[in-house]
Structures are given as structure tokens and as C-alpha cells.
């Protein structure tokens, strides 16, 4: 566990080392924010949308059309048998 915690925090400081100075200088993180708060629209004092929900629904529904179909014959989820 050790390991993964130092290689996880490896993995953060090279991401910072890489995209801080990337946005001090295009400033690309604060127009994509910028880009995506004008297309939901969001206004102060709305409650906000869920993002993560509109960004995995329509996976989840592939993954259980898929399972309902039998797309995969050994699928604990796809199999009545298990």
C-alpha cells in the first residue's frame, strides 16, 4: 500500500509540474471552465446540474442494454445460471 501511495503522489506533483505552468501561460484550464459553465448555463443561487451523471448515463445504459441482450455468454450480470 506504501508503494501505490508514492507512485499515486509521484503521479500528482509530475501533473503539477506539467499542467500549472501550461495554465499560467495559455491559460487554458480557466477558458475550458469558462466554456463549459455558458453551455450549462448556470446562474447563482441554481442548484447545480450533476455532471458526473450526465457523463456516465449514457455508458451505464450501453453496459446494461449489452447485459440485458446476453452480450457476453459468461457474464455474471448477463447469465441467469449465476
Avoid at 35 to 41: A, E, G, Q, T
Avoid at 65 to 78: D, I, K, S, T, V
Wanted: aromatic fraction near 8%; glycine fraction near 6%; proline fraction near 6%.
Amino acid at each position: 500500500a506504501f508503494a501505490g501511495a508514492t507512485v499515486h503522489d509521484c503521479f500528482n506533483w509530475l501533473s503539477v509540474l506539467v499542467v500549472l505552468p501550461l495554465e499560467v501561460v495559455s491559460g487554458m484550464i480557466t477558458q475550458l471552465s469558462q466554456r463549459l459553465v455558458s453551455v450549462f448555463r448556470l446562474q447563482p443561487g441554481e442548484e447545480a446540474p450533476e455532471l458526473l451523471k450526465v457523463i456516465t448515463e449514457p455508458v451505464t445504459k450501453l453496459i446494461i442494454q449489452g447485459a440485458e441482450r446476453g452480450a457476453h455468454p459468461e457474464c455474471y450480470l448477463c447469465n441467469d445460471r449465476y
